[in-house]
């Protein structure tokens, strides 16, 4: 980059993610951004995937999509320091690096490792399910990794737990010393079938008397949600679709204005914006997603919810309470 360029963008307040990474080793409680992209290949943001740190080491990962597993080893995390993986649906921009993050894990750790998932539905089976067609030894995709599910072959085990999405209140379901992640389910639209919902599930993560909120992919619509969040110190909101979306991209994605709703009536101190997405290369309508008009599109989540707010990039690491 020329160093007039460099200027520019420094004080735009632009960054790359190797420029915006945040060292989290000093925060006594942080949420990092891993991945804040969404379906679609970009040159800066990998697909989902948060980490949640306490006193220096990452003990809770949401998600672990496309580019998690590079973004994992830059941020300086430990597999072996995790106490559990909190995986939100079964879309592969979510799920996808879960081999690469397990493969030789029983070198790079010493324990079992506790993951939490949604029930099944649809064409989606639970997560217990998916992790079988994985890494089964005999019908697995990955059947090396067979040492997950406690039979021969490589991966530290699973100690796997499914979220009902269907429950009518939110669940505890991890709870370790100061410690405490709770979920419940969310209303989440599958683009590749039709009327069908993909089960999709938000967690709240608590350390001490701090909590952060990790919406996952809906729609907004469930009143519910917004008592989930309630009072929590960051919501981090997925944010894929802007005020120009047709109905059939609202199912699937809450649009700027519902993001803004949620995070006031929920009274959330600080939100941040990610899983943002670009259209694919070629798209006719553009504008339905949340990038192209970025600007425009956080405008509208600020004029319903005043508090700070900001767009999510990889690797950065913020601090809670």
Excluded: K
């Excluded at 879309?91 to 030789?104: F, G, I, T, Y």
């Excluded at 997950?148 to 370790?176: H, K, M, N, Y």
């Excluded at 709703?261 to 009274?267: M, N, Q």
């Excluded at 914006?273 to 600020?302: C, K, M, Q, Y």
């Amino acid at each position: 980059m020329r160093p007039g360029l460099a200027a520019v963008v420094t004080l735009l307040g632009l960054a790359t993610p190797a420029s915006a990474q945040t060292p989290c080793s000093d925060a006594p409680f942080a949420v990092q951004v891993l991945g804040s992209g969404g379906p679609f290949a970009g040159s800066e943001r990998a697909s989902t995937a948060y980490l949640v740190w306490r006193d220096g080491r990452a003990v809770v990962m949401v998600d672990v999509g496309g580019g998690a597993f590079q973004r994992f080893g830059t941020a300086g995390a430990s597999l072996n320091d995790l106490s559990v993986l909190a995986i939100s649906h079964l879309h592969p921009d979510h799920v996808s690096d879960l081999p690469a993050l397990l493969w030789l894990s029983d070198a790079a750790r010493d324990r079992p490792l506790a993951i939490v998932g949604p029930s099944g539905g649809g064409v989606f089976p639970d997560i217990a399910e998916f992790a079988s067609r994985l890494f089964d030894s005999d019908l697995g995709a990955f059947p090396i990794l067979a040492g997950t599910l406690r039979q021969p072959g490589r991966g530290v085990p699973l100690d796997i737990s499914v979220v009902d999405v269907t429950a009518p209140r939110p669940t505890v379901v991890f709870a370790e010393g100061d410690l405490e992640v709770s979920a419940m389910g969310v209303p989440h639209a599958s683009a590749s079938v039709a009327d069908a919902t993909t089960p999709s599930v938000a967690y709240r993560v608590r350390v001490g008397d701090r909590s952060v909120v990790f919406s996952s992919d809906q729609n907004g619509t469930d009143p519910r949600f917004v008592e989930f969040a309630s009072g929590a110190d960051v919501l981090v909101m997925h944010f894929g679709a802007s005020e120009q979306a047709p109905e059939a991209i609202r199912a699937i994605h809450a649009t700027p204005l519902v993001v803004g709703r949620i995070a006031r009536d929920a009274r959330v101190g600080r939100l941040l914006l990610s899983h943002v997405i670009g259209p694919p290369v070629g798209h006719a309508t553009p504008e339905v997603f949340s990038a192209p008009r970025l600007d425009d599109n956080v405008a509208a989540v600020r004029s319903l919810y005043s508090r700070p707010t900001e767009v999510a990039v990889d690797l950065r690491c913020l601090s809670v309470g």
